[in-house]
């Protein structure tokens, strides 16, 4: 399902010092994953795709091992970006020819399925249904589709020419919504670009499919989360207000001059997904230029609250969140730390400060 020749030449170019047989491995690793699910394999690809692959290289002081990368994440151009239609796939007895493919240094990251306005709201059901068939989702589709095409895949938009709405691999039709901003373009700015009004679905591609915005989702907003009491693993991808809040934290925190011009306000209803966003916001940082090797402390008002947080981080597998039980313990996971991640309550960091140790 990928465009082998593209991405090792994209390979070769991001990583001057590969050999081919290294490149090659690097092909192999993303087309012969090995999974019992599609969502298995899809957790295998985006750890890849977003941590890069562990190579051991010849050079001239002996074998040494590097991280080679997939995208350069922090200079989208110099990434290869393709749109492409009625991309054929293979399938067990039939062919799938998804309407729209883009393709970012020969991987397939997003599909669109373009469906005719005349439908009424039934071209949303229509074009979700094939996403369903194409990925294998249900009995009923088995052997119908090529569920290797949505291992990489990221991003999933429906489309009518008007509206669009947009979801990830596997995910169930009541959770597809609707992309409601261009940001970090302004509505005006689209329209201007355009030459007319910008409607939902223009606002949605260029919010989801620019190309920094879309190697920004595959990044830092994709989690795969385990369902504590079933054990299943769900694929979630993030809403527009948690990709606006997380990166105008990061923004703010980058701009400030002083400490205390860093904060701000996140509103959130009840249910909206304010663990995740933190999660994210988390996740982020531990990436960005700004911060090197950071503790990261993550303070709740309420004991309940910093449960909740705890529970999501863990089963979404963020590395090493730490819980602080007491003062003593906070204080113990605080001394000489870095690289860390710390959940507590505001009583507890109080208290820390108070004894003079904050």
């Not at 709405?165 to 670009?193: C, N, Q």
């Not at 409607?199 to 190697?215: I, R, Y």
């Amino acid at each position: 399902v990928l465009l082998t020749a593209r991405l090792d030449k994209a390979l070769k170019k991001l990583n001057p010092w590969l050999s081919d047989d290294s490149a090659t491995k690097a092909v192999r690793s993303l087309t012969g994953v090995q999974a019992a699910t599609l969502i298995e394999a899809s957790e295998k690809v985006h750890t890849l795709l977003t941590y890069g692959l562990s190579v051991e290289q010849d050079g001239p002081d002996g074998k040494k091992g590097r991280t080679l990368r997939y995208f350069d994440f922090e200079n989208p151009p110099d990434n290869e970006f393709i749109v492409t239609r009625q991309y054929t796939v293979k399938g067990a007895k039939q062919h799938i020819r998804p309407d729209v493919v883009v393709l970012v240094n020969g991987i397939p990251l997003a599909i669109i399925e373009c469906k005719s306005p005349t439908l009424g709201e039934g071209w949303k059901q229509e074009a979700i249904d094939q996403f369903s068939r194409y990925q294998e989702l249900d009995d009923k589709y088995r052997e119908v589709g090529a569920p290797r095409l949505f291992e990489p895949v990221q991003v999933l938009v429906a489309t009518c020419g008007q509206a669009a709405v947009y979801g990830t691999v596997t995910t169930p039709h009541r959770f597809y919504a609707e992309w409601k901003t261009p940001h970090p373009m302004a509505k005006d700015e689209l329209s201007k670009i355009l030459g007319r009004e910008a409607n939902p679905q223009d606002v949605a591609l260029a919010g989801l499919l620019n190309p920094a915005n879309l190697l920004d989702l595959v990044r830092n907003f994709v989690v795969f989360e385990r369902d504590s009491a079933t054990g299943k693993t769900i694929r979630k991808l993030c809403r527009y207000q948690q990709f606006i809040a997380v990166n105008k934290a990061i923004e703010r925190a980058a701009a400030a001059k002083k400490p205390t011009d860093r904060g701000g306000v996140v509103w959130h209803t009840q249910g909206s997904g304010k663990s995740l966003t933190m999660l994210w916001l988390a996740l982020k940082l531990r990436r960005d230029a700004l911060h090197k090797n950071p503790t990261l402390v993550i303070v709740t008002d309420r004991k309940d609250l910093d449960e909740q947080i705890s529970k999501t981080f863990r089963n979404c597998g963020f590395p090493n969140p730490d819980q602080a039980d007491s003062v003593r313990d906070l204080r113990d996971l605080l001394s000489g730390s870095t690289g860390k991640t710390v959940l507590t309550t505001v009583q507890k960091f109080q208290e820390l400060a108070s004894a003079g140790s904050g």
